[in-house]
């Protein structure tokens, strides 16, 4: 391997802006292109970051990181292939042998990233509470600035000391840790709802919570249907609101309530 | 109630577009499994809560704590919501608060479906796959086509939603603030029946087990999905409710047991994702 000292600062740097993008400004947001393209630059050979850098591209189709999900961290496999298929000269199949692995390494430690936020989020609002609006922010930042690591830090250790550290670090990890990571993500998002139906009307309503799990547990109507099916009882409670508020005010005179609550909901005057 | 209402606003254009930016800079990254994308909307909201909030600390104290529920959805349009909330509150004040809970709990699936199908899913296929097979010929012009279809869109939409939700809230605000307490109720339907879809939707596990009977296996998912589909996922959910409302658990104890119950449950191999 030939890659210079300051071939891997600059690599740790892009891989590090590559995720802090994604998580922020997303100006480059699932684009695995740009750090193919400059991973070839830092290496001296763009053509061959370019052609990696669609190859994976084109691998990622599709594949989207829809609320919150974990996805493979292509970005980090364009650049740890570009990387490797450039300094070992034996192109894109040995880069992406080892890239790829990497990228889905990277799931576990955004997961892991993700729970750091949790304890990052919950300072945050300590701190809302007590005023202390400067560490308020503080905390989220940190959440922000950390984001990168996730990327930067199996980039920086594949191509510092080569693919063999990473399979080692793959290796030691056990099964039950790994899958039960994965497993508390998919868990943890019930403490979120468990906490908003305390704070909504969820005992008074109960009737649409149900009708939302029926439309989505039984029948798998996407969360748009959902939401179209909430707009219309939506509408509905409206209409029998303004119904009922419209009659105490006008009980003298019941002919108007009607035409008035049609009036109402259409254009208030 | 009406004695509170105040037709004196106090955020300006300027104050609309800090909180832009600095929800760009934030933006998801945030996410953590509890609250989602909660912080980051704290964090955007703080300096014009604190205008609106001025020489009220109670009332910034509810506000905030109100940011930082549960909120999740499409970042980039997202901050069409929180304009819009900040606008109830700029008239209304606490007042308004669990109208902008409802508002922000309502049309966050909304807003989620379709940013995340037309943002996360199809722009990126379709530039992806022009910017890849342009690229494969030795082309990289695909590439920078992409960057700068996103920095268009990132100073002409991105950094001016919190204005249009925001005017756009005024509008509203002024033509039915007689009806906005019935609005308020009525926006909770939609939020609750969003809710009841975000259980089977986004806490997702199964069990892996199997009982073999006289020669016979059974998956025990297949029994359990025949009596109530998500199951599992909604008695999680129901569990954490009853320990927070009933047995107040705090939120910091009950994360830590779903991440003890997680790493048992996968070292015997009794719960998968």
């Known amino acids: ?269 | 109630m009406s004695n509170e209402t105040n037709d004196q606003t106090v955020l300006t254009k300027k104050d609309l577009r800090r909180a832009s930016w600095r929800w760009i800079r934030v933006g998801i990254s945030s996410f953590n499994y509890q609250t989602q994308l909660a912080p980051s909307v704290a964090y955007a909201m703080l300096p014009s809560l604190r205008k609106i909030y001025k020489g009220k600390d109670e009332d910034l104290r509810l506000s905030l704590d109100n940011e930082y529920k549960y909120f999740n959805t499409n970042p980039w349009i997202a901050p069409l919501i929180f304009g819009a909330t900040l606008a109830m509150e700029d008239k209304d004040g606490v007042e308004t608060l669990d109208g902008v809970q409802s508002l922000k709990v309502g049309l966050m699936g909304p807003l989620a479906g379709i940013g995340d199908t037309i943002i996360w899913a199809m722009l990126p296929t379709i530039f992806g796959s022009i910017g890849a097979s342009l690229a494969k010929q030795g082309n990289p012009f695909g590439i920078y086509l992409w960057v700068i279809f996103n920095l268009i869109v990132l100073f002409f939409i991105r950094s001016r939603e919190f204005e249009i939700g925001y005017k756009q809230g005024m509008k509203f605000l002024s033509t039915y603030s007689d009806k906005l307490s019935i609005f308020t109720e009525a926006i909770s339907v939609l939020g609750l029946t969003v809710i009841g879809a975000l259980i089977p939707s986004t806490v997702s596990f199964t069990t892996p087990l199997k009982m073999v009977n006289a020669g016979v296996t059974l998956k025990v998912q297949d029994i359990l999905d025949k009596i109530l589909p998500s199951m599992l996922p909604m008695l999680l959910v129901g569990l954490f409710y009853w320990l927070i409302k009933k047995k107040n658990w705090k939120m910091t104890t009950v994360i830590w047991l779903t991440i003890a119950i997680a790493m048992v449950a996968a070292f015997f191999n009794v719960l998968t994702v």
């Open chain 1, 1 to 269: 391997m030939s890659i210079s000292i300051w071939q891997i600062i600059l690599l740790t740097i892009i891989a590090y802006l590559a995720h802090f993008d994604f998580n922020s400004i997303q100006l480059f947001t699932f684009n695995s292109l740009i750090w193919g393209l400059l991973a070839g630059l830092i290496m001296g050979d763009m053509k061959t970051g370019v052609e990696i850098g669609a190859t994976v591209q084109l691998m990622s189709l599709g594949v989207v990181a829809v609320g919150g999900a974990s996805i493979p961290n292509y970005p980090v496999t364009a650049i740890i292939t570009t990387a490797i298929a450039i300094s070992t000269g034996k192109g894109l199949g040995a880069g992406i042998a080892i890239g790829l692995p990497v990228g889905i390494l990277g799931v576990q430690l955004d997961i892991l990233w993700k729970m750091f936020n949790g304890w990052t989020a919950i300072k945050a609002q300590k701190y809302a509470d007590e005023k202390k609006y400067g560490a308020m922010q503080s905390m989220t930042l940190l959440s922000t600035y950390t984001a990168g690591l996730v990327s930067a830090l199996p980039v920086f250790l594949s191509v510092a000391f080569g693919p063999s550290l990473i399979k080692a670090i793959l290796d030691f990890m056990p099964k039950w840790f790994t899958s039960g990571l994965q497993l508390a993500g998919a868990m943890l998002p019930a403490v979120g709802i468990a906490m908003l139906l305390i704070y909504m009307p969820s005992g008074k309503m109960m009737e649409y919570l149900l009708i939302g799990f029926v439309l989505s547990a039984y029948l798998k109507v996407p969360i748009i249907g959902v939401s179209l099916i909430g707009l219309a009882l939506m509408y509905h409670a409206f209409k029998e609101l303004s119904k009922k508020s419209n009659a105490v005010v006008e009980k003298t005179d019941n002919a108007v309530t009607e035409s008035n609550t049609m009036i109402g909901v259409d254009e208030d005057e």
